[in-house]
């Protein structure tokens, strides 16, 4: 079993839809999580950071769910510039960051 | 600020012939990185460093030297090039429990 998984997607949506992706873990200490966004070719870029609470930025939630060992975002009135590759990173230590494979997003006109 | 910037951002090499990626970061940042992203892997590391002169290994090691003489600077050299290090490279720097931030890679081929 791989440490982060990812469903590989594509995910095609519409223009306005609300799409959410999950992220699960294998290893219960995992202390941070974040979301990247990668574009085709590019570096990936932080969207954001995953906390116990929950939390939100604009169009974008994300939560971590300890007990089933999962996080997600959740992209609420989709626009043609989300159409991207999401990628779900856990940290177990100040050192180790594990990188899923991503998610790759379609918003389609 | 320059963030974490990488040279070059492309190459092709021949299978033999050596290398250096060069990545700086003027951030201050203690902890440096190299991954490579290959299709439907991820990004995998293949060397860190948490301060001058510390360096390990990461996931994928072999085949690739790192060292880190200031804050600044972790050049990434392939000794020997093969076909399989064909790859993206990212070099990402951060600070404690911060998110890393990245380079915009190196497209790497080698025939």
């Known amino acids: 079993r791989k440490e982060v998984e990812q469903d590989p997607g594509p995910f095609n949506v519409p223009e306005g839809a609300t799409v959410a992706f999950n992220c699960t873990y294998s290893?219960?200490?995992?202390?941070?999580f974040f979301w990247y966004r990668q574009d085709c070719r590019k570096e990936p870029k932080l969207l954001m950071s995953?906390?116990?609470s929950g939390n939100e930025d604009g169009r974008f939630t994300a939560q971590l769910n300890r007990a089933s060992q999962y996080i997600s975002l959740l992209i609420r009135d989709s626009k043609l510039s989300d159409s991207a590759t999401y990628l779900c990173?856990?940290?177990?230590?100040?050192?180790?960051?594990?990188f899923g494979t991503g998610t790759r997003l379609k918003v389609l006109a | 600020n320059a963030g974490v910037t990488q040279t070059p951002k492309f190459q092709v090499l021949k299978t033999g012939q050596s290398m250096t990626l060069q990545c700086a970061q003027d951030m201050n940042h203690e902890y440096m990185s190299w991954y490579r992203q290959d299709p439907g892997m991820g990004l995998r590391l293949i060397h860190y460093s948490v301060g001058a002169g510390i360096t390990d290994q990461g996931e994928v090691p072999n085949g690739y030297n790192v060292s880190r003489s200031t804050t600044e600077d972790f050049p990434l050299r392939l000794l020997s090039a093969a076909p399989s290090q064909t790859s993206v490279y990212f070099c990402a720097s951060k600070t404690g429990n911060s998110p890393l931030h990245f380079g915009n890679g190196t497209r790497l081929t080698v025939t």
């Open positions: 290893n219960s200490a995992s202390q941070s």
């Open positions: 995953v906390y116990s």
């Open positions: 990173v856990v940290g177990s230590g100040t050192y180790k960051y594990i």
